[in-house]
């Protein structure tokens, strides 16, 4: 295994490496330079990622877990033996795979951001802070305890909140970085709270330990957790919902999704990389590495299969009337997260467990990296032509970027989830998996939104790239695609279509939650409909697609300025491109009562009675200090009677046994 | 073997009067004693490096000089200071500084330090009452010279005469203090004191002459309220003087607190812990509260001294190895921090009054100054991870080990206060605006050498483990 852990300490630390160089030394010298430590330092990341891949899978370790390394970080022995944050390597077909995913794609994106970045003056901070981001996320991949995956957890927070708000000029961009940080936050602090209840009933954070618990020697004990004395079994629900309280914050899960679409004012390629392989996707990556976990946890996995679904469609709906490109992506992003989680959450059925949810569900974090990283490059693209984000503004690109325009449609067939395009495999997978996991109502909302999806992707593919140019930059000029914009979004293209069928097989044989400790659901139906069915939805919402924005009736420019109006629509319509009004829900509770209720109280009380018993403290002190001075007098009649003084002062007030 | 551990305390004891005679043979202006001086302490204190810890009850000479493990500690810390001490003075005989005039005859300046550093010597290695208080006057004496060894500064003089008055008065006190423990146990050697400490730990006699004697000491040791004599001495003296004062004469007198308290006093060690915390208490309390509104450095630094003595008495109130320990290794660190910001004064000095507003803008004149400054401001204010810090740690612990929680806790906040003045100390150095121009700071090689290394020294102390190593493994007692 020596190549392995070569490839480990490769993986880890060259992007660590990165961020160090180029935000210590290079970052402000040269951007070029920055740019090639960050390709260069992911790149061997992403190499060594394939190789660690390739070797894993095919040892004859695979699919058990390995660590690599691991070294004792902060050992907490006063509480349990077994109890120590470790620091790890930890290597099992998941977090391979997600090995494999963030440094090909982060590379991708360094790649795309020396175009992106060029003439921006800080780039070198950009480089520095892409890499911090890449190195966060890879630690929370190959984390081997809940500790590790903590830390690196909030790395990856505070990494997202630079990047978002990297153009910090822009008042937009600092509150939507202020936003995602704090909602996100919010939700670690429930994250952190089911650590310490799941670690302390367990005595240990180890993965492998909390996975293999059964729940049957824990319904005797009891233990008091503050409120009440509950059983252990119990607490341990309640941990396990904690717990995933903090992947609903960090993937977005609604009501706590605001903050993503908001996350859009950063650059895009950031956008692009928080979207595809780090940050949100980190949240269904906790829930499938705690899956063993959360599956003997009696209805935790039907919570998050509730929520999955819910945002899924949710988001599905909001994302067919915005205007604002990247705001498109965004809420396909949570629809799409919303499968990944749901499909986590279906595989229970009452008390037994169907894998095929989990493995879908990992399935579909690959292909889905892919797709939705090459989209928000596209739309990157788009906007750095075009000089905006609003739909209104764009159409007829598709003859000028010939490259960006068919890479395209490669990805929006697969998001769309047309044979055969990658994102068909893993939502077909979904949807069979939902359908054997019994869960019907959930499966007809999938099978609804994956037809939206085609909807609101086609509408997207036509109103940039079809009907005539609406923009003065475009109208007349020629456009050259940049090559180190371009040559990322064909590279995805690649995986876009093939990941699909290539990968198939590696996840079916080697994607299954190892150590479950609840009985398995063999037989399970067959549903060969399912695939039809769900290409038919996709023909359908194509068809309605074209005929809204690319059939020639509607691409007459007086039809087309009407289509994009939203203020002739009907309430619906309103109440739908205003995203069912959640931001302005939040801004009223925000402002109304924690600003004008909560914080005026604290700031009450910090301001009268805190400041002024400490503003008295610091007056008596004072005048104590004034007392002091005021003895030192300088004379010596005086300072010899202090000699008496205090013989006197310590025969009375030194206790002694006189 | 006896001969070999002895040399260094047999050196030092001839050292005065070789460097005092080394000047009848060449021209006043002569660096020859100076060199001497430089040669001879180094040469003791790396002497005494070599003399092996971990030697149990220690060893006799004749029967009423001791060497144990706290001795040679001890003699280390008053060595580093002595050291220090002489190369902070040695601009002073060639400038003046801080509106006083120049000093004069250096080789008797050293001697009288030497003369100290020996009385500090004999206080670690007493048997006996006689010895013990022959070493205590023997370290006093010369400090009374000293103070007034700007022969030409009014102030100088009028300190010394404040300093000699009380510190007669106080030495009456240890006398009457010694008379009566002599005549409640009727020996004058510390082990039949012991022993008859003891048997009777209840006698009027005894108590009076702890008392006394506590009293006496208060004053070497700037106690509550036995410091007055402090400030203005502090303020008064030479700023080389103030330094060795407030490193010497403090360490002998905790010095001569710790051999009595866990030495012939042990029996009682329990009935005077009321009396230690309280005076150790009032000592950090009132040295604070001083501290919080002085303009003049030397006088801001006093009282920082004094309620530096206050922290320090708190490990008295400790088991003996644990709290001589942590005595020893603060003393170390102490004296450091001490000297760093002294040595930094003194620069400032050469060119300006000693003033807080003087070290205006020095951030932006002479960072690396401005750096060292802080450095010993947040060493003396414990801030880990600085040396002070885990000095500090060890003195609280030590007194947690027998349960003097609430003195711990009060000496916990009274920290805050502390580093209330010492940070505006370090405002003044790094965010005040000075006043019109600035006069040029000038450092030499050595004191450039010597900031370089103290500032090195308060940081590496703290967790480089071979010092506390030394001091917290390496002896028993």
Redesign the interface.
């Known amino acids: 295994m020596t190549n392995e852990l070569l490839f480990s300490y490769l993986i880890l630390f060259l992007p660590l490496l990165a961020f160090v160089v180029n935000g210590l030394f290079l970052g402000q010298k040269s951007a070029k330079g920055a740019a090639a430590m960050g390709i260069i330092g992911n790149g061997i990341g992403a190499i060594s990622a394939v190789l660690l891949a390739v070797s894993y899978l095919t040892s004859n370790v695979a699919p058990q877990k390995a660590v690599l390394f691991e070294f004792s970080f902060l050992p907490f022995k006063a509480i349990s033996e077994n109890l120590s944050g470790n620091i790890g390597f930890l290597v099992d077909p998941l977090s391979v795979m997600m090995l494999v995913v963030v440094t090909f794609i982060s590379t991708l994106v360094n790649i795309y951001s020396v175009g992106y970045m060029r003439h921006d003056r800080s780039a070198g901070r950009f480089f520095a802070l892409l890499s911090l981001f890449t190195f966060s996320m890879l630690g929370l991949v190959v984390a081997t305890n809940l500790f590790q995956m903590f830390i690196f957890w909030e790395l990856v927070g505070i990494s997202s909140y630079m990047l978002i708000g990297f153009w910090y000029h822009k008042p937009s961009a600092v509150s939507a970085s202020k936003q995602a940080f704090i909602l996100t936050r919010f939700a670690d602090s429930f994250f952190l709270m089911g650590i310490v209840l799941v670690s302390y009933v367990v005595g240990s954070f180890d993965f492998s330990t909390i996975n293999a618990l059964s729940m049957a020697p824990f319904y005797q004990e009891t233990i008091n957790i503050g409120i009440a004395t509950v059983s252990k079994a119990s607490a341990l629900v309640l941990g396990s919902i904690l717990i995933f309280v903090g992947g609903w914050g960090k993937s977005a899960m609604f009501p706590m999704h605001i903050w993503l679409p908001n996350a859009m004012e950063g650059p895009t390629p950031v956008s692009s990389i928080i979207h595809s392989a780090t940050m949100v996707v980190a949240g269904v990556y906790l829930v499938a590495r705690l899956f063993p976990f959360f599956a003997i946890c009696e209805n935790t996995l039907n919570l998050i299969m509730v929520v999955g679904a819910f945002t899924m469609v949710f988001a599905a709906v909001i994302a067919c009337t915005q205007k604002d490109i990247k705001r498109i992506l965004a809420y396909s992003t949570l629809s799409q997260l919303g499968y990944m989680m749901f499909s986590l959450g279906v595989c229970k059925i009452d008390s037994v467990v169907a894998v095929t949810g989990y493995t879908a569900s990992t399935f579909h974090i690959f292909t889905h990296a892919f797709f939705k990283c090459s989209l928000f490059l596209i739309a990157g693209s788009v906007i750095h032509v075009v000089h905006t984000n609003d739909l209104d503004k764009m159409g007829g690109l598709g003859a000028k970027m010939p490259w960006t325009y068919w890479c395209a449609l490669i990805s929006i067939l697969a998001i769309s989830g047309v044979p055969p395009f990658s994102g068909f495999f893993s939502k077909d997978e979904i949807l069979l998996a939902a359908f054997q996991g019994q869960h019907y109502i959930v499966f007809a909302l999938a099978l609804l939104t994956s037809g939206l999806t085609t909807f609101y992707m086609f509408r997207f593919f036509f109103l940039i790239f079809h009907g005539d140019s609406r923009s003065e930059h475009v109208r007349g000029h020629k456009i050259k695609e940049d090559f180190a914009m371009t040559l990322p979004i064909v590279v995805l293209a690649l995986p876009a279509f093939l990941s699909g069928f290539m990968a198939k097989g590696l996840f079916a044989k080697f994607s299954v939650p190892s150590s479950l400790n609840i009985p398995q659901l063999v037989s399970l139906p067959e549903a060969k409909w399912i695939p039809f069915a769900a290409i038919g939805m996709a023909v359908v919402a194509f068809c309605t697609a074209w005929l809204f924005y690319a059939s020639p009736k509607a691409t007459i420019p007086a039809k087309m300025q009407q289509t994009l109006d939203e203020t002739n629509r009907c309430g619906l319509y309103k109440l739908i491109y205003r995203k069912f009004y959640f931001d302005e829900m939040y801004y009223i509770f925000v402002r109304q009562f924690i600003f004008a209720g909560v914080a005026r109280v604290c700031r009450f009380v910090q301001d009268y009675i805190i400041e002024g018993i400490v503003a008295f403290v610091v007056w008596f002190?004072?005048r104590?200090?004034?007392?002091?001075?005021y003895?030192?007098g300088?004379s010596?009649p005086?300072?010899?009677g202090?000699?008496i003084?205090?013989?006197l002062?310590?025969?009375f007030?030194?206790?002694?046994?006189? | 073997m006896f001969e070999s551990i002895l040399l260094p305390d047999l050196l030092l004891l001839a050292f005065p009067f070789i460097v005092i005679g080394s000047r009848l043979f060449c021209d006043f202006r002569s660096a020859f004693p100076w060199r001497v001086a430089n040669i001879g302490f180094i040469l003791i204190f790396i002497m005494l490096n070599m003399i092996p810890l971990a030697s149990g009850e220690g060893h006799f000479f004749i029967f009423n000089w001791r060497l144990d493990d706290f001795g040679v500690l001890m003699r280390e810390v008053f060595m580093v200071s002595a050291i220090l001490g002489i190369w902070l003075s040695k601009d002073y005989f060639e400038h003046g500084a801080d509106g006083k005039p120049q000093m004069h005859q250096i080789a008797e300046y050293i001697g009288a330090i030497a003369f100290a550093t020996f009385g500090a010597f004999t206080v670690v290695s007493a048997c006996d009452l006689l010895t013990f208080f022959l070493g205590l006057e023997i370290a006093t004496i010369p400090m009374y010279a000293l103070t007034a060894w700007n022969k030409k500064d009014q102030m100088g003089s009028e300190a010394a005469t404040?300093y000699i008055?009380?510190g007669s008065?106080?030495t009456a006190?240890e006398l009457f203090g010694f008379s009566y423990l002599y005549g409640f146990s009727g020996s004058l050697f510390f082990n039949d004191i012991a022993s008859a400490v003891a048997t009777n730990s209840?006698s009027?006699l005894l108590?009076?002459s702890?008392?006394?004697l506590?009293?006496g000491i208060?004053?070497k040791l700037t106690l509550?309220?036995?410091y007055?004599?402090a400030?203005?001495v502090y303020e008064g003296a030479p700023t080389p003087v103030t330094a060795v004062l407030s490193v010497t004469s403090k360490a002998t007198a905790i010095a001569f607190l710790a051999v009595l308290v866990f030495g012939p006093l042990a029996a009682v060690q329990e009935?005077m812990s009321?009396?230690i915390a309280?005076?150790a208490a009032t000592t950090l309390l009132?040295g604070n509260?001083?501290a919080?509104?002085q303009t003049r450095l030397r006088r801001f630094m006093a009282y920082s001294s004094i309620s530096q003595a206050g922290y320090i008495m708190i490990a008295l109130l400790g088991p003996a190895e644990i709290g001589k320990s942590a005595i020893v290794y603060y003393m170390f660190i102490y004296a450091v921090a001490n000297y760093l910001a002294f040595f930094v004064f003194g620069i400032i000095g050469h060119h300006r009054e000693e003033t807080f507003a003087s070290l205006r803008g020095l951030s932006k004149q002479n960072p690396a100054l401005a750096i060292a400054l802080a450095i010993a401001m947040f060493s003396l204010a414990g801030i880990p991870p600085l040396a002070g810090f885990f000095g500090k740690f060890h003195l609280f612990f030590a007194g947690a080990t027998t349960g003097h929680y609430f003195l711990v806790a009060f000496a916990v906040i009274n920290n805050v206060?502390a580093l209330f003045y010492y940070i505006q100390l370090i405002k003044s150095a790094w965010i005040d605006e000075p006043e019109g121009t600035l006069s040029s700071l000038r450092l030499n090689r050595r004191q450039r050498l010597i900031i370089i290394m103290l500032s090195i020294a308060v940081v590496a102390l703290g967790f480089v483990p071979f010092l506390s190593n030394n001091i917290f493994a390496g002896f028993t007692f």
């Not at chain 1, 104590?624 to 001075?629: T, Y």
């Not at chain 1, 007030?653 to 006189?658: A, E, V």
């Open positions: 002190v004072h104590l200090g004034d007392l002091v001075r003895a030192q300088g010596l005086f300072y010899l202090t000699l003084i205090g013989l002062l310590w025969r007030f030194g206790q002694l046994p006189l | 404040k008055l009380m008065v106080a006190f209840t009027p108590w009076v702890i008392l006394f506590f009293s208060g004053f509550f309220p036995f007055t004599w400030p203005d009935q009321p009396l309280l005076l009132v509260l001083g919080l509104k206060l």
